[in-house]
């Protein structure tokens, strides 16, 4: 079974900064995707940032990129220029494909605030 | 398009109740999935289901929780029973067939059980 670990339980990060949030997994698959989610207090999970396992390329999204190191099984996020929007909770997500199936493993989280 | 709507958002029962919570997936999704999110914690899989088929119930427990996805009408998640266990988010995605990126979440559906 995968698992996928966020070892920072809370973060804080003053306005305009730049703050990285790690994500490690476990996984014997060569092929799967992996993804950060943003989860604000209205609860909504909104997809920030995602990455296939098979591209090198590091993924980036406007003030989001990723940090992906495929042998060390780590994929953690850099958040670029905090902006206090940013405060939320963090979650990273592995995703396997079995056929058409596409059910995601979540880690912990972590709690960014974003200070002024 | 409307996206993922659960419903109710926000529902409270007693001790031994039943909860039926509902997933309407986006137009055009075929799979429907659903989570569950204990205070403090990630998102766990519960099941994952296309039209009047359960394709992987790995994550449900194994009584008093049910879930279906009927041809016609939204998705239902019910819990026969309830005990303060069960209180936590419960959270519905869908998305198209073949199309991982097209996974979008619902809102969740918060369950407090008294």
């Known amino acids: 079974a995968q698992t996928v670990t966020q070892s920072q339980p809370e973060m804080s990060v003053q306005e305009a900064e730049t703050v990285t949030l790690s994500c490690t997994y476990d996984t014997s698959e060569s092929n799967y995707y992996l993804f950060w989610y943003k989860q604000p207090p209205s609860r909504q999970m909104i997809l920030v940032i995602r990455q296939e396992a098979y591209k090198q390329q590091n993924a980036t999204e406007n003030r989001f990129s990723v940090n992906f190191q495929k042998a060390a099984k780590s994929f953690s996020l850099k958040i670029s220029d905090s902006q206090l929007g940013d405060t939320a909770m963090y979650f990273c997500a592995f995703m396997k494909l079995i056929g058409t199936a596409s059910k995601l493993t979540f880690g912990t989280g972590t709690r960014l605030q974003v200070t002024l | 398009n409307a996206g993922v709507m659960q419903n109710p958002r926000h529902l409270v029962r007693r001790r031994g109740q039943e909860a039926r919570l509902r997933c309407s997936p986006m137009k055009g999704h075929s799979h429907v999935y659903w989570y569950r999110q204990l205070p403090e914690e990630g998102l766990k899989f519960m099941v994952y289901?296309?039209?009047?088929?359960?394709?992987?119930e790995s994550g449900m427990p194994k009584e008093r929780f049910s879930a279906e996805f009927p041809k016609e009408g939204p998705s239902i998640l019910r819990i026969q029973q309830v005990v303060r266990g069960d209180s936590a988010a419960y959270f519905c995605?869908?998305?198209?067939?073949?199309?991982?990126?097209?996974?979008?979440f619902g809102s969740g559906t918060r369950l407090t059980v008294v």
């Open positions: 289901l296309q039209k009047e088929n359960i394709i992987d």
């Open positions: 995605a869908s998305s198209p067939e073949w199309d991982i990126y097209g996974y979008t």
